[in-house]
C-alpha cells in the first residue's frame, strides 16, 4: 500500500470481522429457535453462519495479504475500548 497508512484499513478489516461474529452468533441463535418448527428455515440460518465464518477466514486472509502475520488481538484495530478498559473508566 504505497503513500497510504495502513491504520485505517486495519480497523475496516477488524471491525468486518467483529460485524461477522456478531452475525454467527444470531445466525446459530436463530437455528436453535427455528431447528424444531421450521428445519428448512434453520437450515438457511446455519448456511449464513457458515458463510459467514467463511467470510470471516477470508478477512484473515486478505490481512496476511496486506499486512503480514495475523493479529493477535483484534480488538487493538477496532477503534473501540476493550471491555476491560470500559470497567475500568466506570470505578
Same mark, same amino acid.
Given at each position: /500500500?504505497?503513500?497510504?497508512? =495502513?491504520?485505517p484499513y486495519k480497523r475496516d478489516? =477488524?471491525?468486518?470481522w467483529y460485524h461477522? $461474529? %456478531?452475525t454467527i452468533l444470531k /445466525?446459530? +441463535?436463530l437455528n436453535e429457535l427455528f431447528n424444531s418448527y421450521h428445519p428448512e428455515l434453520a437450515n438457511a440460518f446455519r448456511t449464513v =453462519?457458515?458463510?459467514s465464518? =467463511? %467470510? $470471516? +477466514?477470508l478477512l484473515m486472509k486478505v490481512w496476511e495479504q496486506a499486512w503480514g502475520k495475523r493479529p493477535s488481538?483484534?480488538?487493538s484495530w477496532r477503534g473501540e475500548k476493550s471491555a476491560r478498559q470500559e470497567g475500568d473508566n466506570d470505578a
Open positions: /500500500m504505497p503513500h497510504a497508512r =495502513a491504520d478489516v =477488524a471491525q468486518g461477522l $461474529q %456478531g /445466525m446459530i +441463535e =453462519a457458515e458463510m465464518l =467463511a %467470510g $470471516q +477466514e488481538n483484534l480488538d
